[in-house]
C-alpha cells in the first residue's frame, strides 16, 4: 500500500508539477460577455491591458460566454477591452485587483448600430473583485499611507478584524504560513524573530520593497494551505516603464517621547532609532524587461535594562526591583577578586541593533503568453538580547516564579548575562506565468530560504542563580552565560518548488497540481545546562562558598568536551484537485480536495536503554519510545467547499461563505528536540543535592568523567523528548459565512462568521508522570502525585521527564464581525470592524523546549489531559479603523497632505492566577488557583516570613489575600470556583497611531520630483492627554501567570513546618502589591514620533 501511494504521488508530481503551500502572487480576471438580448457571445475577444508595463492578455470566451484570464500581476492599473463582429466595443479603465482576487467582469455588448452606448456604463458599474472566505486585502497605497513606525508586517496586517497582534482568529501565531512572492518565509524553525517572520529583531525584507499584502483566514480554494491560523500573502513591488527612484530616512530618539504617564513622570533613557534606504526601479528594455532594487540599513539603541535595583530597604520608585544595589555590588566585588571576572554592569548600559538588507527583482515579460519573475533577497542582523526571564534545567520542582528581567518582585542579572543574536536570511524565487491558450495557463515557482541564527554570550563563565533568602523559588540575582546561548546556532533552510495548472472548460474552471517542500534543520543548542548551572539559596551562601543547592551540566555522552549538533529533516507532498464552477451569473461554487502526507527523510540515533523503558499514554497504557523513529507518515486530507451568490445579480448583495479543512505546521524546533534530548546526541547531568559542586570558572569540572557506553543506561535526572507514534501535523476544520452590502458612495456593510474547530491540535504531555497517589486535603480535591514511598511523581525515579507532543481535538474558536468599508474614491478610504472572539484552547503552545510545553501549561487536574481555557491569544473584544484622506492644492496642486490613522481598542491582554510552588507533587509549577469563598477553604501557615524578614501570622495571611481578591475584578466573581485558564482580562487599552505626509512637487522637464516630510505618531491620545492611551503591567513580575499564593517550606515559617498533601498549608505576602495590575509607567505608554525626510524620482 505504501509503496502504491508513494509511486501515485511520484506520478502526479511529474504529470502535472507542483503547488506551492498558500502561495498567492497574483490575481485574475473572469467574467460573461452577452448580447443585449441576454444571449451568451461565444468567441468574444477580450484584451486586458497592465498599463504601468505595457503586458497584454488576450483570451475568447468560451461556451455560455464565460471567460477566464489568469496569472496576471495584482494590483494595476489595466484597461480592458471587450469586442465581437457586428457590435460596438465595451472599454473600462482604471481598473485595479487586489492580490489574490478575482474581479468578475459582466458584459453586455451592443449592435454597433445602436445608439444606447448608456447601457456600457451600466456593465461597468457590475464589475467587482470577489473572495470566499475572510480575508484582508492591504494595497500599497495604504502600505504607504498607515502609520507603521516599526516599518513591520505586523503593523499593517493589524487592520485585519479578526486579529490580535500576529494572532487571528484566536489560534497560535505560531500556526501562520507566510509567503513573498510565492516564497515560503516562515520563523519556521520557531525560535528568534515575532513568530512570523525571519530576521530576528528587524524583518528581513524592507516595507518599502512590499507592493501587497493578503490576510487569508478562511480561504476555501485547496490550492491555499500550511496554516490553521492565517496565510500572509506578500508580494513584492516590481519595476514599470516608469523610471522611479526614491531615497529615505528616518528618525527617532528619547526627545520625540512622552515623559508623562496620568501624573508620573516615567524614566525616559536615551535611545534612538535611525533607518536610512533607497529604491529604484525601471524599464531595462520598454514593456519588455523591468527592474526593482531596495536597499535599507537600520540602527537602534535601547536601554538594555529599564528596570533599577532598590538603593535602599524602603525605596519607592516604581521601577525599583527586589534586588538590593548593595548586595549587587557585593557579588560583583566577589568575582573580581576572586575569579577575576567582571560580571559587567546591572543597570543603565544600552542595547544596540543593527541591520541590513537588500531585496533585487527582475520582470520579464517573454511574450504575450509569458512573463518570468526573478527576486533574491538577503538580511543581516546583529541584535543585542537579554538573559532567558525565569527558564531552568527541569528541575521542575524549583521553577523560577519571577523574572531575572526585573520587576516589582523580579530579580535581576548582570549585563554578562546577556547576549547576542547574529541573524542571516538569503532567499531567492523564480517564477514562470504561462496562458497557453484559452484553456490552459500555468503558474511555476521555485524558491529557497536559508535562516541563519547564532547566539553569541557575553561570557564564557558558567551560569548562576541566587535566589531569594525567604523563597527559593524568587530569583534575586544571577549572572554568567546565560542558559541557552552556549554554542547555540540555528540552520534552517527550505525549498519550495511550485506549479498550478489550470484548465478552462466552459463555466468550470478545474485546477489540479501537487505540492512539494523540504526543509533542513540543525540546532546546536546544548540544553539549559550548556554553560553549568548553579543555583545558591542566597548572596550570603554564595559569598560563603556553601554549596549550592542545584547543578546541572550538559555534555555530548560520545565526547564529554564537545558538543555535537542535532539535525532533522522534512518534507511534505501535497496533491490537489478543485473545480470553480460558474452555476450562473449570480452563483459560484468551488469545491475540492487536497491532500497531504508528511516525510521525515532523516533517521535520528537509537537508544537502546531508553527504548526498554516503560511509560504511559493518556489512558494509562504501557507504551515505550523509539526516539530513532518519527510518527507515521499519513496522508491528511483536506476538503473544502465553498461559494458566493450575487443575490440579485447587480453585487450590491453577496452571501459568501464555505467549509473545509486546514492543515498547519508545527514551530520545528518541537521536531528538533526529539533529536536533541535523545540522550545520544546530549544528556545532561543534574542534582538536587550538589555536595562538594564548589563553583568553577570551567564548565566541565564536573562533567562525568566516565559515561557509560551510549544507549546503554540512563543518566540519572535526565529528561527526554519524543513524538507520539500517530501525532500528526495541526489540521481545523473552518466553517465561514458572510454577507456583504453595497450603499451608496463606495461603502460596504460586512457581517461575518468564523468558526473553528481544532482536529489535531498538537499538546506536550509527560509520558514518565506516575498515577494519581491521592488527593489533596481540602475542598478542591485535586489529584496529588508525588508518591510518599519513593518521594517522586514519577515512573521511572531516575527519570525527571518524558515530554511528548501529542494530539487532541480538543479546542475551537468563533469570531463574529461587523464592518463598514468605504473603498478609496475622493482622495479618502475608511473602515471600521468590530470582533467577538470566542477561542478555548489546551495549550498556549509558546514554550520552544518539550519540557517547557508541558511545566508551564497551567492545569486544574490530571497534568497529562489539559483542560480548555481560554486561549492567550485573543481578547473577547476588538475594534478596529482605519483611513486616509489626501488634499492636493496650490499653484498647479504642487502641494499635498496625506492624513491616515490607526485605532484600535481592546481588552490588552488575559492573565492568569496560579500558585506560586507546585502544590500537586507532579513535579511542575503550573497549578491553577482555586479562589477559595471564605477563609474556611484555606489554610495559611502562622509565622509566615517574608523575603523582607518580617513575620506574619496566619490570621494577618488570610485576611490581606481576602482583600486582595477584591481588588479584582475576575477574582470578586469566581470565589468558591477553580480558576478558568487565563480568564481574567486586563482593562481596555485604546491606540491611534497617525502618520503625516507632506508632498512638495515640482518638475524638470518633462520629470517629476517629490519632496515628502512625514511624521509618524504612535500613541496619539496619550499625546493629546497624559491621562490617556496608557498601557497596564502586571505587579507579580512581568508574565500573564502570576503565582501569588505560595507553600509552606521550612525556611519560611517561624515553625519550620512543610506543605504536604494532609495538611496543605499555604502562604500569602501581606507586603505584596494590593492589585495584580498598575498602569504602566514607562515609555510603553506614552506617545512617540518618529520624523522622515523622502525624496521621490518619477
Given at each position: 500500500m505504501r509503496r502504491t501511494t508513494l509511486l501515485l504521488l511520484t506520478l502526479l508530481l511529474v504529470g502535472l508539477g507542483f503547488e506551492g503551500l498558500a502561495q498567492v502572487t497574483t490575481s485574475s480576471m473572469s467574467g460573461v460577455v452577452k448580447n443585449d438580448k441576454g444571449e451568451a457571445l461565444v468567441g468574444a475577444t477580450i484584451t486586458l491591458k497592465h498599463i504601468p508595463t505595457g503586458a497584454s492578455f488576450n483570451v475568447s470566451t468560451r461556451n455560455g460566454g464565460v471567460f477566464d484570464i489568469n496569472n496576471i500581476p495584482p494590483g494595476g492599473p489595466y484597461s480592458v477591452k471587450v469586442s465581437y463582429i457586428g457590435f460596438s466595443d465595451y472599454t473600462k479603465e482604471d481598473i485595479n485587483i487586489p492580490l489574490g482576487e478575482r474581479y468578475d467582469l459582466q458584459t453586455t455588448l451592443l449592435p454597433s448600430n445602436s445608439e444606447l452606448q448608456v447601457v456600457t456604463v451600466t456593465a461597468a458599474r457590475r464589475g467587482a473583485t470577489e473572495k470566499t472566505g475572510a480575508s484582508t486585502n492591504i494595497s500599497n497605497r495604504l502600505i504607504q499611507n498607515l502609520p507603521n513606525v516599526t516599518r513591520s508586517l505586523a503593523n499593517l496586517t493589524r487592520i485585519t478584524p479578526q486579529s490580535n497582534g500576529n494572532s487571528f482568529a484566536g489560534m497560535n501565531n505560531r500556526y501562520n504560513n507566510l509567503t513573498i512572492d510565492g516564497s515560503l518565509f516562515n520563523n519556521n524553525f520557531g525560535r528568534g524573530g515575532d513568530g512570523m517572520i525571519p530576521g530576528g529583531a528587524v524583518s528581513a525584507i524592507s516595507i518599502d520593497a512590499i507592493d501587497q499584502v493578503q490576510v487569508n483566514i478562511a480561504p476555501f480554494d485547496v490550492r491555499q494551505a500550511g496554516f490553521v491560523g492565517s496565510g500572509i500573502n506578500a508580494v513584492t513591488r516590481r519595476g514599470t516603464n516608469n523610471m522611479y527612484a526614491t531615497v529615505y530616512g528616518f528618525y527617532r530618539n528619547q526627545e520625540f517621547t512622552g515623559k508623562k504617564v496620568l501624573d508620573r513622570k516615567v524614566d525616559n533613557p536615551k535611545r534612538s532609532n535611525k533607518t536610512f534606504g533607497a529604491s529604484v526601479g525601471g524599464p531595462i528594455i520598454k514593456d519588455k524587461l523591468f527592474f526593482f532594487v531596495n536597499y535599507e540599513m537600520e540602527n537602534r539603541t535601547q536601554p538594555g535594562q529599564t528596570f533599577v535595583s532598590k538603593k535602599s530597604a524602603d525605596d519607592k520608585n516604581p521601577n525599583a526591583t527586589s534586588v538590593l544595589e548593595s548586595d549587587l555590588k557585593l557579588v560583583s566585588d566577589y568575582l573580581v577578586n576572586n575569579f577575576k571576572f567582571n560580571p559587567g554592569k546591572y543597570e543603565g548600559y544600552d542595547f544596540d541593533t543593527d541591520n541590513k538588507k537588500l531585496l533585487a527583482r527582475l520582470d520579464w515579460n517573454i511574450s504575450s503568453r509569458h512573463r518570468l519573475t526573478l527576486r533574491y533577497t538577503q538580511s543581516e542582523t546583529n541584535d543585542d538580547d537579554q538573559v532567558n526571564a525565569a527558564s531552568t534545567t527541569g528541575l521542575t520542582a524549583d521553577r523560577i516564579n519571577n523574572s531575572r528581567r526585573g520587576g516589582k518582585t523580579g530579580g535581576m542579572a548582570f549585563n554578562s548575562s546577556n547576549f547576542k543574536n547574529n541573524v542571516k536570511v538569503w532567499s531567492g524565487v523564480a517564477e514562470l506565468n504561462s496562458n497557453f491558450s484559452n484553456t490552459f495557463s500555468n503558474q511555476l515557482i521555485a524558491s529557497y530560504t536559508d535562516n541563519e541564527l547564532e547566539r553569541v554570550p557575553n561570557s564564557n563563565m558558567p551560569f548562576v542563580d541566587i535566589m531569594n533568602k525567604s523563597d527559593k523559588t524568587q530569583v534575586y540575582i544571577s549572572f554568567g552565560t546565560d542558559l541557552f546561548s552556549y554554542k547555540n546556532s540555528i540552520s534552517d533552510k527550505a525549498l519550495n518548488i511550485a506549479d498550478n495548472l489550470t484548465i478552462n472548460l466552459g463555466r468550470h474552471t478545474l485546477t489540479a497540481g501537487v505540492s512539494y517542500e523540504y526543509m533542513k534543520f540543525a540546532n546546536s543548542f546544548t540544553g539549559a545546562g550548556g554553560p553549568a548551572y548553579y543555583r545558591y539559596s542566597s548572596v550570603d551562601a554564595f559569598i560563603a562558598g556553601d554549596d549550592p543547592i542545584h547543578f546541572a551540566v550538559a555534555f555530548d555522552p560520545n565526547n564529554r568536551l564537545g558538543i555535537k549538533v542535532p539535525e532533522a529533516k522534512f518534507a511534505q507532498l501535497g496533491v490537489y484537485l478543485q473545480d470553480a464552477w460558474t452555476v450562473s451569473n449570480k452563483f459560484k461554487l468551488t469545491y475540492g480536495v487536497r491532500l497531504d502526507k508528511p516525510f521525515y527523510p532523516y533517521d535520528p540515533p537509537k537508544n537502546p536503554a531508553l527504548e526498554a523503558r516503560s511509560f504511559k499514554d493518556v489512558d494509562g497504557n504501557i507504551e515505550h519510545f523509539d526516539v530513532s523513529k518519527w510518527p507515521k507518515s499519513r496522508i491528511l486530507v483536506s476538503p473544502r467547499v465553498g461559494f458566493?451568490?450575487?443575490?440579485?445579480?447587480?453585487?450590491?448583495?453577496?452571501?459568501?461563505?464555505?467549509?473545509?479543512?486546514?492543515?498547519?505546521?508545527?514551530?520545528?524546533?518541537?521536531?528538533?528536540?526529539?533529536?536533541?534530548?535523545?540522550?545520544?546526541?546530549?544528556?545532561?547531568?543534574?542534582?538536587?543535592?550538589?555536595?562538594?559542586?564548589?563553583?568553577?570558572?570551567?564548565?566541565?569540572?564536573?562533567?562525568?568523567?566516565?559515561?557509560?557506553?551510549?544507549?546503554?543506561?540512563?543518566?540519572?535526572?535526565?529528561?527526554?523528548?519524543?513524538?507520539?507514534?500517530?501525532?500528526?501535523?495541526?489540521?481545523?476544520?473552518?466553517?465561514?459565512?458572510?454577507?456583504?452590502?453595497?450603499?451608496?458612495?463606495?461603502?460596504?456593510?460586512?457581517?461575518?462568521?468564523?468558526?473553528?474547530?481544532?482536529?489535531?491540535?498538537?499538546?506536550?504531555?509527560?509520558?514518565?508522570?506516575?498515577?494519581?497517589?491521592?488527593?489533596?486535603?481540602?475542598?478542591?480535591?485535586?489529584?496529588?502525585?508525588?508518591?510518599?514511598?519513593?518521594?517522586?511523581?514519577?515512573?521511572?525515579?531516575?527519570?525527571?521527564?518524558?515530554?511528548?507532543?501529542?494530539?487532541?481535538?480538543?479546542?475551537?474558536?468563533?469570531?463574529?464581525?461587523?464592518?463598514?468599508?468605504?473603498?478609496?474614491?475622493?482622495?479618502?478610504?475608511?473602515?471600521?470592524?468590530?470582533?467577538?472572539?470566542?477561542?478555548?484552547?489546551?495549550?498556549?503552545?509558546?514554550?520552544?523546549?518539550?519540557?517547557?510545553?508541558?511545566?508551564?501549561?497551567?492545569?486544574?487536574?490530571?497534568?497529562?489531559?489539559?483542560?480548555?481555557?481560554?486561549?492567550?491569544?485573543?481578547?473577547?473584544?476588538?475594534?478596529?479603523?482605519?483611513?486616509?484622506?489626501?488634499?492636493?492644492?496650490?499653484?498647479q496642486k504642487k502641494l499635498a497632505t496625506t492624513i491616515g490613522l490607526f485605532y484600535s481598542a481592546a481588552p490588552q491582554e488575559r492573565y492568569s492566577f496560579r500558585y506560586s510552588s507546585n502544590i500537586n507533587g507532579d513535579g511542575a509549577s503550573n497549578d491553577i488557583l482555586y479562589i477559595p469563598k471564605d477563609a474556611s477553604e484555606i489554610k495559611f501557615v502562622e509565622g509566615f516570613k517574608n523575603s523582607n524578614g518580617n513575620t506574619y501570622s496566619a490570621a494577618q495571611q488570610s485576611e490581606a489575600f481576602f482583600k486582595f481578591i477584591e481588588s479584582d475584578k475576575y477574582l470578586r466573581k469566581h470565589k468558591g470556583q477553580t480558576m478558568e485558564k487565563y480568564g481574567a482580562l486586563l482593562p481596555w487599552f485604546h491606540s491611534l497611531d497617525m502618520r503625516i505626509l507632506q508632498d512638495f512637487r515640482f518638475k524638470t522637464g518633462e520629470k517629476k520630483h517629490t519632496i515628502q516630510f512625514s511624521i509618524d505618531v504612535i500613541n496619539l491620545l496619550n499625546l493629546v492627554n497624559k491621562d490617556w492611551g496608557y498601557r497596564y503591567q502586571y505587579t507579580f513580575g512581568t508574565f500573564q501567570d502570576m503565582g501569588i499564593v505560595g507553600i509552606a517550606s521550612s525556611s519560611n515559617n517561624t515553625g519550620k513546618l512543610v506543605y504536604s498533601q494532609a495538611n496543605p498549608l499555604f502562604t500569602f505576602d501581606p507586603e505584596a502589591p494590593k492589585k495584580a495590575y498598575q498602569p504602566a509607567y514607562n515609555t510603553g505608554s506614552t506617545w512617540g514620533i518618529q520624523l522622515g525626510l523622502r525624496y521621490i524620482f518619477n
Open positions: 458566493v451568490y450575487d443575490v440579485d445579480g447587480d453585487k450590491k448583495t453577496i452571501v459568501r461563505g464555505g467549509t473545509g479543512l486546514f492543515t498547519g505546521r508545527i514551530p520545528f524546533i518541537w521536531m528538533v528536540n526529539q533529536v536533541g534530548d535523545n540522550g545520544i546526541v546530549r544528556a545532561l547531568f543534574q542534582t538536587k543535592t550538589p555536595a562538594g559542586y564548589d563553583y568553577n570558572a570551567d564548565r566541565t569540572t564536573y562533567i562525568p568523567a566516565n559515561p557509560d557506553p551510549v544507549g546503554t543506561s540512563i543518566l540519572s535526572g535526565s529528561s527526554f523528548s519524543a513524538i507520539d507514534k500517530n501525532f500528526k501535523m495541526p489540521q481545523v476544520w473552518r466553517t465561514n459565512l458572510a454577507v456583504d452590502r453595497k450603499f451608496g458612495g463606495n461603502y460596504t456593510f460586512t457581517l461575518e462568521a468564523l468558526y473553528t474547530k481544532f482536529i489535531n491540535n498538537p499538546f506536550f504531555r509527560n509520558a514518565n508522570l506516575a498515577d494519581q497517589s491521592g488527593v489533596i486535603n481540602g475542598i478542591d480535591k485535586r489529584p496529588y502525585y508525588n508518591n510518599p514511598v519513593n518521594n517522586s511523581a514519577n515512573l521511572n525515579t531516575d527519570i525527571n521527564q518524558m515530554a511528548v507532543l501529542d494530539n487532541t481535538n480538543k479546542g475551537y474558536s468563533l469570531a463574529l464581525t461587523a464592518g463598514v468599508q468605504k473603498s478609496f474614491s475622493n482622495n479618502w478610504e475608511a473602515g471600521i470592524a468590530y470582533t467577538y472572539t470566542l477561542a478555548q484552547e489546551v495549550s498556549i503552545g509558546s514554550s520552544d523546549q518539550s519540557g517547557s510545553g508541558w511545566t508551564t501549561n497551567n492545569i486544574a487536574r490530571n497534568p497529562n489531559i489539559p483542560e480548555l481555557g481560554q486561549s492567550n491569544f485573543s481578547v473577547p473584544h476588538r475594534i478596529v479603523a482605519n483611513g486616509s484622506y489626501r488634499v492636493e492644492y496650490g499653484s
